[in-house]
């Protein structure tokens, strides 16, 4: 099986009409006009719930400290800071998770949206800091960014050290307009820890969205297009901070096409709306738990390298989806991976194509990040001398194709067993759920909702 999962997520900084970032601006001095004192601030505790893995790629229970902020960052190492900023960016992702959920299919990449945010809290002060530092799962201090900085760094570093026939590719770039300068202390950090290519444009040219799109379809090798939209790149934008993931995973056990079956899948959980769609199947061993708190069955389809997984949660009645999302949260992930055992599963697994495109604007404003969209309340200083900056847009588009690729013929050593051993069945006819993970670390790379086909 090949999943090809591809995502462009960005955000869209403007300037005030007639401020220094419009056609005429003004380099100022930002140090001269000042407002914001970068050592008065609180200093605060931060909440610190950590989970490693044994040598069996298995999640351990997360052991909960509570520190003061300035002290967790010599505390933690890279492996520390790695899993602390997984863990967060796994809250937000289920957060979202739940606000985006009526929609009928649902994929985003959890991780991008983190990093995309994080890089923006870089260059934020006062209350929109906090407001930002609230959404990444943390408490606003002046020690917090550092921790970023090296937390986003190392879950980068780790994740991109996958192994197996995978493909991964994490770009993070920043667009500037060609007449504002960007401040060095930020372009430094930018470049130096979340490894942001920064390229000047025009974006007053026409033609600059189309440099943009470029950009993003080769580094998504063509399969997204036109991510930058008319009506979400201003005039009075100056600056885009965006991140683009390819991943292309290999399945570990690859399904056999001969072994693909006509099926009916179960449109939103009702028989009215089902359809015949094709179904991958197999019958082997795999990681597999039943979560009775959840009423869910739980399959992990590991890739090629055994790092990368797909965790599939496939409620045993459709229609508690809507509840399963409310109630779901980090520990229950966990907890899930932890009670996973090896079983012979027959697995029947529908090929499926998703292509999602969120305006996260909404959504993060009522998770309580609301300043930095308003022009006049946003502080925005530490990125150029334009005190009116504020966040436009915040956009993110996604797609993810999963299918079968080549054969292997495992599935004879399975069937030999398969008198003295019990089947479990785990028929996903019905809407289910689905994590990409990286199981060092247990940080989401992807999450998505298949309700139909």
């Not at 946003?378 to 005190?387: G, N, R, W």
């Not at 495992?410 to 089947?423: C, D, F, L, Y």
Request: with cysteine.
């Amino acid at each position: 099986m090949s999943g090809a999962l591809l995502v462009c997520c960005f955000i869209g900084l403007c300037a005030a009409a007639g401020s220094p970032g419009s056609s005429h601006p003004r380099i100022g001095n930002i140090h001269g006009n000042q407002r914001y004192n970068r050592d008065n601030r609180s200093q605060g505790t931060i909440q610190a719930n950590l989970y490693s893995t044994n040598n069996n790629n298995q999640e351990l229970p997360p052991s909960t400290t509570t520190t003061k902020v300035p002290e967790y960052a010599f505390v933690l190492g890279t492996i520390g800071k790695a899993i602390r900023v997984a863990n967060s960016s796994n809250g937000l992702a289920l957060e979202l998770f739940k606000r985006v959920a009526d929609h009928d299919n649902v994929f985003f990449a959890p991780f991008a949206i983190s990093t995309v945010l994080s890089m923006a809290y870089q260059g934020s002060a006062g209350r929109t800091a906090e407001e930002m530092a609230k959404v990444l799962g943390y408490e606003h201090s002046k020690d917090l960014k550092q921790f970023l900085l090296d937390g986003f760094k190392s879950a980068r570093s780790l994740v991109n050290e996958e192994t197996g026939t995978n493909e991964l590719i994490d770009v993070n770039t920043m667009l500037i307009d060609s007449k504002i300068k960007i401040l060095p202390e930020i372009k430094g950090k930018l470049e130096n820890y979340y490894g942001v290519s920064v390229q000047e444009v025009n974006f007053q040219r026409s033609a600059t969205l189309k440099v943009l799109d470029t950009l993003v379809t080769l580094k998504t090798k063509g399969h997204i297009k036109n991510a930058f939209g008319d009506h979400e790149v201003l005039p009075n934008t100056i600056m885009i901070l965006a991140n683009v993931i390819f991943f292309k995973g290999v399945w570990a056990k690859q399904f056999d096409p001969k072994n693909t079956i006509k099926g009916i899948f179960l449109n939103e959980g009702q028989k009215a709306y089902a359809k015949e769609v094709d179904f991958m199947t197999m019958l082997d061993y795999y990681q597999y738990a039943y979560y009775p708190k959840l009423k869910l069955s739980a399959l992990d389809v590991p890739y090629t390298g055994y790092q990368m997984r797909m965790t599939i949660l496939l409620p045993d009645d459709p229609s508690r989806m809507g509840s399963i999302l409310d109630n779901i949260n980090t520990d229950d992930v966990r907890q899930i991976v932890l009670e996973m055992e090896p079983a012979l599963v027959e697995v029947i697994l529908p090929l499926f194509k998703i292509s999602s495109r969120l305006n996260l604007k909404e959504y993060l404003q009522k998770l309580g990040m609301r300043s930095g969209f308003n022009q006049g309340i946003a502080e925005l200083p530490y990125f150029t001398a334009d005190d009116s900056l504020h966040i436009n847009e915040f956009v993110h588009q996604a797609v993810i194709e999963v299918n079968e690729q080549g054969t292997l013929a495992a599935a004879s050593t399975a069937a030999a067993h398969a008198t003295r051993s019990r089947v479990v069945k785990f028929h996903a006819t019905s809407p289910f759920l689905f994590i990409i993970r990286d199981s060092r670390t247990g940080l989401f790379l992807f999450v998505g909702k298949v309700s139909k086909l």
